[in-house]
């Protein structure tokens, strides 16, 4: 089966650094990817890992653990426009190779 | 380059009525996804498409679902009757590999009210 579990929500302080974790377990895995979603509008690409460790991007960052099934997010330097939903999803190379996504962290970004 | 096109944006319908949904990939994009999303949770996948033919479909509802991609480009996404439950958000994506990564694409979405 496949299945990927995030907090529902968090809450950070704008300036500050907060990091939304996702655990997973799904057959076929290949490569990790975290989406951002502002509400009302579709999901934008942020980051991907597909082997163990830490890709950094600007003010985000993706760590990876292929053996513990677990993906973090970094965001640092938190902006009011970070306030978003963001979605983990695993890419799998079975069933026609396609995403499955998690259930999504809505993050508050608060002054 | 021109994105993932979708219409219609918003649409109201009652129960037992059926419902289209149209999307454009992105030029050169083989493959297709539809998903579906409700109120507070992630995309759930319907239907993918590699260029006219269906990959997966496992979660189709297909006793009120329907879906084509005829020549390979466009695609739509059909329900009939619509339920309730079927309130949500239907997000078109298309994606290509890219330096070995799967780079997919949204469109911005049919938001659905079943009342």
Redesign the interface.
């Known amino acids: 089966g496949q299945n ?1 579990d995030q907090p529902t929500e968090m809450t950070a302080t704008e300036g500050a650094i907060v990091q939304i974790n996702c655990t997973y377990q799904t057959s076929g895995f290949n ?1 990790l ?1 975290w989406y951002q979603q502002h509400a009302g ?5 942020l980051s ?1 890992n ?1 082997l163990d460790g830490l890709e950094e991007k600007g003010r985000f960052s993706s760590f990876l653990s292929r053996s513990k099934g677990y993906s973090y997010l970094l965001l640092k330097e938190l902006q009011m426009k970070d306030s978003a939903s963001y ?1 983990c ?1 695993v ?1 799998r190379d079975n ?10 962290t809505r993050l508050s970004v608060l002054p | 380059e021109a994105g993932v096109a979708q219409s219609p944006r918003y649409k109201i319908i009652e129960k037992r009525q059926s419902v289209a949904f149209w999307c454009n990939p992105i030029s050169g994009h083989a493959t297709l ?1 539809w ?1 579906q999303q409700i109120l ?6 319907l239907i ?1 498409f ?1 260029n006219n033919g269906v ?2 479909d ?1 979660q189709l509802p297909k006793d009120r679902f329907s879906a084509e991609r005829l020549k390979g480009v466009d695609s739509t996404l059909k329900i009939q009757p619509a339920k309730l439950e079927d309130s949500a958000v239907y ?1 078109c994506a298309s994606s290509m590999r890219t330096g ?10 049919t938001r659905l009210l079943v009342l």
Request: no cysteine.
């Open positions: 990927i490569g990817f509008e579709a999901p934008t690409f991907y597909v979605l999803a890419y069933y026609g190779q396609n995403f499955v996504f998690g259930p999504g | 996804y998903y507070g949770q992630g995309p759930k996948l993918q590699q990959v997966d496992s997000l070995g990564m799967e780079t997919q694409y949204f469109g911005p979405g």
